[in-house]
């Protein structure tokens, strides 16, 4: 089979060989017949001609072609190379031409009665750990909380265990959560620290912009992070099997055994599956059932802008555009790099449904550094590019993700539990770390390991299912019949509103923390200085979405109420209470608190 490239260059050769022979020129895209004249004027035409024919590869490829891909990493965006672009927008779009299942899942999980004997295996040497974290880059954080606790853990990861070049952004507040569970040092914050910016802005084109400070406002090189949590998990006793891939799992009543497809076989007693949104385990889970909602993200980090020290958290599109063959609402982020003073990165992203139609990644780049010029006020060709950026977050609205098996834990992008918005996996990481290395902790020394016991960790939580509405709220209807600026209109009638009611409102708002309080301020108020818009908020999502959201939205004021009054009069009593009964209420104590996002401290 031949590639795209090579399909481009024979086709180039042969347009060239006919264009010779009936001596035929593209002037301003029509074909002109040239007089026959000497041949040196003969070359250069022909070489304009062959660029002109070139020019049919698309501008990304152009681009990403241009640009050295050497020495990233997986990561959110995957290995950013052409080849990779165009098998991620395979996958994308064979997902998008699915019905309800995308593919029969491969089963890795299965389940075996009985105790686990050696004998099993052949006599095959087994490595045994407490527990072992697959997938590296978001694992290591609660395989190195729990190594600090004594534990002795092993992680696999199929490649070599890095951070990425791109910086991740966060916020100082949220990286002091990491320093609480124990596995960063303050210190360790200024090193990682690679960019600082301020004011943020929360831009409405056209309507106005809404500026705050410290929000998102750090660019963390996730490459020093993952070394220096690597150090620590190491210096810990922890194990690292690097370049390995999990093949498949057995559970046994008292163990769980992890197969490596290079060989190795690894037992524990429970297994984190860390793997990201696309987990196999997480397949099998769902059966490969199509997600509800996609997040589409592509950018690009460059040198050559000018005004820097400012970072868009949100910047939302006028109108609504067509992007090959569907309506959507493009979205923008833009935060200087750590690289250097005059880098930045800059996304475009987009909420869809996964259905036929959906634009593919390459067309949104297309579009990208079209629109990424007029955004920033810059000119492509005075910028140099670094790097480009894509990928695909799914969204499923039954998140948080409970245990299917027992002595199987989804962790991070694979349980769900990052805010269907902002796709903000390592922010939600960090406020969840605490809990969850405490939890698992518990549930590993008292033996509460099967799916029941290990689903109290990942339990349902009103705040997330609420936010669905937004994204609901934020994606493009196909044929719909609301004004097309009707999704910039009402965000920057909510966010004024939010900013009207001060700091305690939009600042957790801002930071994915959805509260009962606030929220319900923000609605009355949007209600009040803009009624009319009402109806259309109905048509855009719909009235079953919006009832569904009802029930959360009760749920999330009765998780409040619930965290605030009941737990102080039980809290008391929890010592006298039997184990299984202390754990239980525990994990029910959490799943009020964290479901109504009252962990959260201005
Ligand atoms: C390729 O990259 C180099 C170095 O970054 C740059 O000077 C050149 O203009 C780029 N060429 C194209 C066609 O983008
Ligand atoms: C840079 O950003 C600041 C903050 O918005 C703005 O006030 C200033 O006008 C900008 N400068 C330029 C040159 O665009
Ligand atoms: C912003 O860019 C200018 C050059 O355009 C540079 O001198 C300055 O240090 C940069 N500021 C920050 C905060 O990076
Ligand atoms: C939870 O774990 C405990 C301790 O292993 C066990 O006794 C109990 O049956 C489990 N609960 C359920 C519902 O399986
Ligand atoms: C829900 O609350 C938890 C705890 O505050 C927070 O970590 C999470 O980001 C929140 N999620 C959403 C979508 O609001
Ligand atoms: C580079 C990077 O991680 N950017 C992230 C900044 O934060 C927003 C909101 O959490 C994310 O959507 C971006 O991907």
Not at 147 to 175: C, D, M, P, T, Y
Not at 352 to 371: A, R
Request: hydrophobic residues 40%; aromatic residues 10%; neutral net charge.
């Amino acid at each position: 089979m031949i590639g795209i490239e090579e399909k481009g260059k024979l086709l180039c050769f042969i347009g060239l060989q006919v264009m010779q022979v009936l001596h035929l020129q593209p002037i301003n895209g029509l074909w002109i017949k040239y007089p026959k004249i000497n041949p040196f004027s003969q070359r250069r035409r022909q070489q304009k001609l062959c660029k002109s024919f070139c020019m049919q590869m698309s501008r990304t490829q152009r681009i990403m072609e241009n640009i050295s891909v050497s020495g990233e990493v997986g990561g959110a965006g995957g290995a950013y190379s052409y080849a990779a672009l165009k098998r991620l927008d395979q996958l994308w779009s064979t997902l998008c031409s699915a019905q309800t299942v995308v593919q029969e899942p491969q089963k890795v999980v299965s389940t075996i009665p009985g105790l686990f004997s050696q004998s099993d295996l052949a006599e095959k040497e087994v490595d045994k750990f407490d527990v072992i974290v697959c997938g590296g880059t978001l694992g290591i954080f609660i395989a190195t909380a729990l190594s600090s606790r004594g534990l002795r853990v092993g992680i696999v990861e199929k490649n070599i265990l890095k951070g990425r070049e791109q910086e991740w952004n966060i916020s100082r507040k949220e990286l002091l959560e990491l320093v609480e569970v124990g596995i960063l040092l303050e210190d360790d914050i200024e090193e990682i620290t690679a960019a600082k910016f301020n004011p943020n802005r929360c831009g409405f084109e056209e309507k106005g912009d809404i500026w705050v400070k410290d929000i998102l406002n750090l660019g963390i090189s996730p490459a020093k992070l993952i070394e220096i949590m690597k150090n620590r998990f190491t210096s810990m006793g922890g194990v690292i099997f690097e370049g390995c891939s999990l093949s498949s799992i057995r559970i046994y009543d008292d163990t769980a055994v992890a197969f490596l497809v290079e060989g190795k076989i690894l037992s524990s007693r429970l297994i984190i599956d860390a793997m990201g949104n696309f987990s196999p385990v997480v397949k099998q889970i769902r059966s490969g059932r199509k997600p509800d909602g996609v997040c589409l993200v592509v950018g690009s980090c460059a040198r050559g802008f000018s005004n820097n020290s400012t970072s868009d958290v949100i910047y939302s599109s006028s109108f609504v555009k067509k992007v090959g063959s569907s309506e959507v609402q493009l979205f923008w982020e833009a935060f200087p790099a750590g690289s250097g003073p005059v880098d930045r990165t800059t996304y475009m992203f987009t909420y869809v449904d996964p259905q036929p139609g959906s634009p593919k990644l390459e067309e949104l780049l297309e579009e990208y550094w079209e629109l990424m010029q007029d955004y920033q006020g810059v000119s492509l060709d005075d910028l140099e590019l670094q790097r480009v950026i894509y990928g695909i977050f799914p969204t499923f609205r039954d998140s948080p993700l409970p245990a299917a098996f027992n002595r199987v834990l989804q962790f991070g992008d694979a349980s769900g539990i990052q805010s269907p918005v902002s796709f903000g996996g390592f922010g939600s990481l960090t406020r969840h770390l605490g809990r969850l290395s405490t939890g698992i902790y518990e549930a590993i020394n008292d033996d509460f390991l099967d799916s029941y016991n290990l689903s109290l960790l990942n339990p349902y939580m009103p705040n997330l299912s609420a936010s669905w509405l937004f994204q609901r709220a934020m994606s493009a209807k196909q044929q719909s019949n609301v004004q097309p600026d009707f999704i910039n209109d009402l965000l920057h009638v909510n966010f004024q509103s939010m900013q009207r009611l001060g700091d305690p409102v939009l600042r957790p708002f801002l930071q994915d923390v959805v509260q009962f309080g606030p929220l319900a301020k923000t609605l009355g108020l949007v209600m009040l200085t803009k009624p009319q818009i009402l109806p259309s908020i109905f048509q855009q999502v719909g009235v079953p979405v919006l009832l569904d959201w009802s029930r959360h939205f009760a749920m999330l004021g009765c998780y409040t109420f619930l965290s605030t009054f009941i737990e102080p009069v039980i809290r008391p009593w929890l010592s006298g209470f039997p184990t299984q009964k202390k754990y239980e209420w525990k994990r029910r104590f959490e799943a009020w608190k964290y479901g109504a996002g009252l962990d959260y401290k201005l």
